[in-house]
């Protein structure tokens, strides 16, 4: 219906709703009137969508709706990121606030008129207008009609001030309850801290008494602390005494020491001139000595030497005699070596000399040179052999790692076909008889796709497996229709085996991606299924056909694919992302909207082991060219050893040769060795014979003996007459010897007395020493107690009060260190009887004498401050209260007004509480029976209906008191019956269709006939669904019911 042109908005009022993207809208914009709007609509056509662009538009969280709690969740399905903009009435121009909504990352973002703007900025903006969205009383979203009857009534009167109380009437109410907890808090602090107070007093009056004690014990303590300085200064005395003694024997010692040490220096001179004397002697007698030593060693040698001329002349007489046997023998000796001579020449004569050696020689370094050749020769053919051997044991071991990787895949396919004959018996079968009859078929028929099949990437494992179903991995495939026929016959007719067979012979030759893998990288895939397995191509058809291989992409990372952007590429109905697989189907109906569903991979099983058919290929092409190279090397080593053989005869033959040479030049060299013998020795003899009659003859001799003999003879005289002086010095020293060996006896004598004497006295100086020593000793001991004394008496000096030390000063000091620890024993006694006081009592007694007199300063501050605060008390009550009464006379008169119109009863009460401000309420009493009575509006007494319309004439109650711009209520019908609700209506019309009434929402899913309305009033009907055409022509379809209403029945 129109809005009346006289009647205008209120500052605050929603002008115009503009959303897209938003839950079930695309994109929608409507305009409310001023008062009272009726919202109608099918369910599930979005009118609760309206309730909840309002609310977030205008900047409140969620969480007031009662649904989700994050923004994320309004945007519709399918979109990143939504919009709603709300334009409120101003009092000069309007204000216009936009909040866009993104999905990804949970956020909003705010424009107030039109510019970039915060939370804060809008918060401030609606703040102005007194809007409410957070207050049931005047906004009631559908989810949270239940709360309204359940609110507690502090609760349902806060919202009640706020919704249509004085501008300051919440604020009020909130300074009560804070006065009234400072009230709360500072009697509180008054009860505890007077109790402290008067405990404390009780003590300190019981402690009076102990202090009296406390003092006669702190007197005796003084008296006590002050024998103990005297005794120390006592003690200190009579150290100090023995101290003096000390250090007086100290210095006697040290000066009866110097004088012995005096006297010590002239016995210690005399020692020495003593000792001086001795080594005078001591030094001629060793000179005498050294000279008789000397003679004795000269008549020695003399002697010695007159024994060898005697023997020397003996030997010449001997040779004197023996001259002219001597020279016969010569005579006999040289014709006997003349004779030998001649023999020897006579035989030399005789016998031929041996030939030269040089040509032996020759043929020797050459025979040697030529026998070195072929033996090195020999020796690369060993090795040359040997390298061949040692490269035929690492092809053999090239050979047997190889042959383990084929024996390793064929595992593989050991370890599937025993998955195969666990899950299917015939089909393991099968692949047994095939094995032995694959030369039946025309072309090849392939195993199973189990056996068959090869995954390239393994981390593409699980996916593969996922897309192939148990059928299709035991199908066999057939290459042509003939080869179908006779696998089918043998196999499945005659023996009754249940098997899975399939003929590619009619089916597509090509399969093409519906992507380009060039695009896949663009969507976050990184291959297709079929680009991750390996198969003969006949097999790669049939998967292709039977699980669209070709067509299912996947990703190996979950964070690059986003699932909502897939829908709109309709040609891949099915891809992989990470652990999950997803499927997408598109509704056969209106707009064709995707639905997509998600699951996880299956646990890899039947793909866990691998057979790569490339690298069985590989295997048994390495075990080919490593058995073709073995026979290579086999065939080169046959040729080499009979190459070495050969050469072998050869280096032999040329040893023997080389022996024989060696042989020949030995035997030669042995008779050039026995010429030159002959030679030698022949030389030898003549030069023995030249020697022997070179010999001087027996007169020659004899001459040369007599000059000899007198030679020694004038030799043996000069020697004795030397010994006969030598013999004299001898003699002459001795006697020099002795006449000085008497006289040092004298001198021993005089040395040993000055010793002695020395050794005497030195005995004393030690003993002197030692006494000194003892004396010191003594003397430091006491030192070090006296400083000790000392010390420990200056320092009981310091420590001690004033008074003590008066008292030690006043007291007479001729007592002695007994006396003063006799008394100090009898006062110690007296302090050791129980006092029953201990040492904390003073101090405790003031710590609680300043504890008072503190609690006595917070007390008085504290009923000041509680005086205070109940004089503001009094003056925000003064304000508040009779403002109260009368907002909730007024409500009440409405409600029960309304509530008379409906045939009920009902009442709105202030509930009171005398202490606590925030345990003040509203009750709301109804009846809707004649036997019953008022009772309580709660969340469980009434109905469904009854609740609901108890609320709605609450709200209605409210709706002239309103402070807030509009309000706004979410079928708040629901559960009434028609006549109750016909009766709602018609006063909700008759309250918000008034010039004075502010804006109103009215949001219900149905309407009764018949009922009343205003030309005030606006009704907005939603055409929102998936059946809605494209364009909607309504105007067209208003004119056509007008004129059917006109034309009549």
Known sequence: MPTHPALSFRPGSIVRVACEHFVTYDAVEFRPGPHLNMIVGPNGTGKSTVVCAIALGLGWKPSVLGRAKDVASYVKLGHSQGWVEIELQGTESNVTIRRILFRESNTSDWMLQGVPASARQVHQAVSQFNIEVGNLCAFLPQDRVADFAAMTPSKLLQDTQHAAG??????????????????????????????????????????????????????????????????????????KAQYDAARAKREEGK???????????????AVELANEKLEKAQVVMQTHKREADEAHTAILRLTASREELDTTLASLTEQEKQLEAHDAERHAAIEDMRTKIAEMERIIASDTPPGPLEPLDGQLRSRKAEHRVACDELHDMDTQCLELRTRQQRLSSQMDE???????????????????????????????WLEHHQDLFERTVHEPVLLILQITRPEAARAIETCLSWPVQRT????????????????????????????????????????????????????????????????????????????IPISFRGDRVRPQDMEQYRAIRRYIVADTVFTTTYSSYG????????????????????QDSSERERAEESMTSYQRQLDHLQSELERRQHDRTQHAQHCDALAQDLARIKDAHHELYTKHREWERREAKIAAQRANLAQEEAKPSITVQRRRIH??????????????????RCLLSMTRANASSDVHGLAMLHVYADVDACRATLREHRTRVEEAETALRSVLDNFTAVKSQTKELQARAQQQWRNATDEVQAMVQSQAEDESVAQLEAQLARLQAQLEVPWGVGPSVLETFRERKEKILELQRSLEGARAERERCVSAMQRVEEQWLP???????????????????????????????????????????????????????????????????????????LTELSRTPFSLVDEINQGMDPRAERAVHSQMVAMTCTPEAGQYFLITPKLLPGLAYHELMKVLIINNGEWLPERLPLRELIQKKRAAVAAGP
């Open 166 to 239: 004085h501008a300051q009437l919440s604020e009020w109410h909130a300074q009560l309850i804070d006065y009234g907890h400072q009230r709360a808090a500072l009697d509180a602090r008054l009860e505890q801290e007077q109790k402290e107070h008067d405990h404390l007093e009780e003590r300190n009056a019981v402690l009076e008494r102990d202090i009296r004690r406390y003092e006669e014990r702190l007197d005796l303590e003084k008296r006590v602390a002050a024998l103990q300085v005297r005794i120390v200064f006592a003690q200190y005395y009579d150290v």
């Open 255 to 269: 000066r009866a020491l110097e004088r012995l040490l005096q006297d010590q220096a002239p016995l210690e001179r």
């Open 402 to 432: 190889a042959r383990r990787s084929l024996d390793a895949v064929d595992t593989a396919r050991h370890r599937r076909l025993q998955i195969m004959a666990r899950a299917d018996r015939d089909t393991f079968e099968a692949v047994q």
């Open 476 to 551: 066999f495939v057939c290459e042509t229709r003939a080869d179908y026929d006779l696998f089918t016959r043998e196999l499945i007719d005659k023996r009754k085996w249940r098997l899975n067979v399939v003929e590619l012979e009619s089916t597509r030759s090509t399969y093409t991606p519906p992507i380009p893998p060039s695009d896949l990288a663009a969507l976050g895939f990184d291959a297709y299924a079929m680009d991750c397995v390996d198969a003969p191509n006949e097999v790669l058809k049939y998967l292709c056909s039977a699980s669209n291989l070709h067509a």
């Open 591 to 610: 707009r064709k909207l995707p639905q997509t569903m998600s699951r996880v991979l299956k646990p890899l099983r039947n793909f866990a082991y691998q």
């Open 707 to 724: 000059t000899e003999r007198h030679k020694l003879a004038c030799d043996m005289a000069q020697i004795s007459e030397r010994l006969c």
């Open 883 to 957: 403002a109260l009464e009368a907002l909730i006379q007024a409500v009440n008169e409405r409600f029960s007004a309304a509530f008379d119109r409906m045939k009920c009863a009902g009442e709105v009460r202030l509930a009171r509480d005398a202490t606590h401000y925030e345990k003040w309420g509203i009750d709301i009493l109804v009846k809707f029976r004649d036997t019953e009575r008022l009772q309580l509006l709660t969340g469980q007494r009434q109905s469904g209906g009854e609740r609901s319309l108890a609320t709605i004439l609450y709200l209605l109650s």
